[in-house]
């Protein structure tokens, strides 16, 4: 019998998905989050004021622990609520227990209240309220922020990506998230000050305490008490305004203009060291993929049979490499030893990205290093340089306006949040990044490796501790199976996909729990990680749907919290819509395609494991033609599903 249930299918786990509770507060509306206390999408209209007010326990590592809420009590009539709830934050050493009360009054005020006590002595590197700002809404905006000391600062949103702070000592921040309409959000209990969390690709602007230039990791003594207050208030406008999209389905719409190439798209080597068995050599080679990004570290003594290993599976699937070198201090010798054990076995190289170490971002003499040694070994390959980390890192150290090396950095969605709402929004900052590139560092940008985990931590203060056999490696996340992932895959792909300026991407792993298809022995965690031996991953069929595509159409949503789509052609002008189901939901959505026949194959819960056990029967399998109606062709969505709708 197999394991996985349909929950297990959508979202890796058996935890049901979470549906919040609608609030008002005069011509606010807002959800509130039973499970997390998280208060979301503050809105007039359809229209962001704050994304998101919660509350945060982050230990010396950063990493948050999250709320067990009890004792959760909701009052709320049509125009005004309260509630109230106890949260204890439990991991480790760390013990800390935290009251809650968020309400909203008749008159547009939203207040968020913590108080909290620690019940252990402990490490911490920032507890209390945190309050996320729209990017849409802000970005590039005026607003006027209140300093503690109590004057006024006139200041701007940064359009792009800022690497630091761009605003400090914060009392209080106004702004317009419409023209005429003026939202306040006040903080008490702290210093607060404002990051743009763009840098690591969360889709807001994070006000929170306390400053960062303020020395941390710093001890919090049993019974240490912390009370913090934010309130958000947008008096009613003079005019009503009224919700054009919410509480209507959502709607794809394609753009015949104008038509972009698709992008390189490629799969990094396997990290677990197993090679390729011929199953997973064919499925891998019907995919079409562009590259293979193999890692190698120069100062281990493994690099070479790795590059061998990478050699042998590049061609076998019928792709390049992305050569990942990572130098240490002695680079230059490294590089000639990389050269002798390279000229041996003649792989087929497109691009080299290079790295230090010990830097967070390649310094300029190493590209220069590299650029010298490598050029003879493979001509017109161009180099990348940059970070194997964070945005961030490449955004705090650019490179040098005179060189010549493409800029490279890697994408995951969840450095700060976990849940599958914070993935969904954080799509929408991805391609943030590759504009704000274009500003310092103006050449195709290389983004290299998608993840869905964060594979590292460079901002950690001590070692971090993971047992193997109670949880999974901090760098795995069991999503990566499900349905959620493939839909969080293709509103990706729909993103950086349109952007002329993107060289490459790479996504994932070939295979194991950090790929695209299970490993023909299973997983090493079963009970944790219950794939299915040698099956693929539903992700694995969207980079199948696109194999034998050229070009892309840019397709909008209604929605993009809930669905996302694309739009590609083959050679023959042949046109086919990929869908997703971000959420949790049932979702009936229209597609405007004007007058039409098309197929539509969906893929979900219902047959899923078919899908996954023997993905080219399933792939074989064709349904009857449907007629558009009005012009529009309509899906029935199942929670995170996906639909393939080729246009006939």
């Not at 406008?237 to 009224?242: C, D, E, Q, T, V």
């Not at 001509?379 to 005179?402: C, K, M, P, W």
Request: glycine share 6%; proline share 7%.
């Amino acid at each position: 019998m197999n394991p996985l249930t349909p929950a297990l299918l959508r979202f890796g786990t058996d935890i049901p998905a979470e549906e919040p509770i609608p609030l008002n507060a005069g011509s606010l509306t807002m959800q509130f989050e039973k499970s997390t206390g998280f208060l979301r999408y503050i809105r007039i209209g359809d229209h962001e004021t704050v994304r998101c007010i919660y509350a945060a326990v982050r230990d010396r590592n950063w990493t948050t622990i999250p709320p067990e809420i009890t004792n959760l009590q909701i009052e709320k009539t049509s125009a005004a609520f309260r509630i109230t709830f106890d949260a204890i934050c439990k991991q480790r050493e760390i013990d800390f227990r935290w009251s809650g009360v968020v309400s909203g009054t008749a008159d547009g005020t939203v207040t968020f209240e913590f108080d909290g006590t620690a019940a252990s002595t402990f490490l911490k590197n920032r507890i209390g309220i945190c309050v996320l700002h729209p990017i849409l809404e802000c970005a590039g905006k005026p607003c006027s922020i209140e300093k503690v000391d109590g004057t006024v600062e006139e200041g701007i949103f940064p359009r792009h990506i800022s690497p630091h702070q761009p605003f400090k000592g914060i009392r209080a921040i106004v702004n317009e998230p419409i023209p005429g309409v003026r939202a306040e959000v006040r903080f008490a209990g702290d210093i607060f000050e404002m990051e743009d969390q763009r840098n690591w690709t969360d889709a807001s602007f994070k006000t929170y305490s306390t400053p960062l230039d303020l020395p941390f990791p710093v001890e919090v003594p049993n019974g240490t008490r912390i009370q913090q207050t934010v309130s958000v208030s947008v008096p009613s406008p003079a005019r009503k305004i009224f919700p054009v999209l919410l509480g209507r389905g959502a709607q794809l719409s394609i753009s015949t203009t104008p038509v972009l190439s698709k992008p390189r798209i490629g799969l990094s080597m396997a990290s677990h060291g197993q090679p390729l068995s011929p199953r997973e050599t064919d499925r891998l080679k019907s995919l079409k993929i562009s590259h293979l990004r193999v890692e190698l570290r120069l100062s281990s003594t493994d690099w070479a049979a790795r590059l061998a290993l990478a050699s042998v599976e590049s061609a076998a699937i019928g792709c390049t490499l992305h050569i990942a070198l990572f130098l240490s201090d002695i680079g230059e010798a490294e590089l000639d030893a990389f050269a002798r054990e390279f000229e041996s076995i003649r792989p087929n190289v497109s691009l080299w990205l290079i790295y230090h170490d010990s830097k967070p971002a390649t310094p300029e003499q190493w590209l220069r290093a590299a650029k010298q040694k490598l050029s003879p070994l493979a001509q017109n390959v161009l180099i990348a340089g940059g970070t194997n980390s964070f945005f961030t890192e490449l955004n705090r150290h650019r490179l040098q306006q005179d060189s010549q090396a493409l800029p490279c950095y890697s994408i995951n969605p969840q450095v700060h949040a976990v849940d599958h709402t914070t993935l969904v929004e954080n799509l929408e900052a991805q391609i943030h990044t590759v504009e704000t590139v274009q500003d310092f560092a103006p050449r195709s940008t290389v983004i290299s490796p998608i993840t869905l985990r964060p594979r590292s931590n460079p901002n950690a203060t001590s070692l971090a501790t993971n047992s193997s056999s109670e949880r999974l490696p901090a760098s795995i996340d069991v999503r990566q199976m499900s349905l959620f992932s493939a839909g969080w895959t293709l509103g990706s792909l729909a993103r950086l996909g349109l952007s002329t300026k993107v060289h490459s991407l790479t996504y994932f792993e070939t295979t194991g729990w950090a790929g695209i298809m299970e490993t023909e022995s299973g997983s090493p965690l079963p009970d944790l990680f219950p794939a299915i031996p040698g099956s693929v991953f539903p992700m694995y069929h969207i980079l199948a749907d696109l194999a034998d595509c050229n070009r892309l159409y840019p397709t909008h949503t209604s929605h993009p919290l809930q669905i996302d789509g694309m739009t590609a052609l083959d050679s023959k002008n042949r046109k086919r819509v990929l869908v997703a189901n971000l959420t949790g939901m049932t979702h009936e959505i229209k597609i405007k395609t004007g007058t039409c026949k098309a197929r539509i194959r969906y893929l979900d819960e219902t047959n899923c494991v078919e899908a996954m056990e023997s993905p080219e029967r399933f792939r074989q399998r064709e349904t009857d033609p449907v007629e558009s109606v009005a012009g529009k062709i309509d899906l029935k969505l199942l929670p995170c599903a996906l639909a393939r709708v080729d246009i006939l």
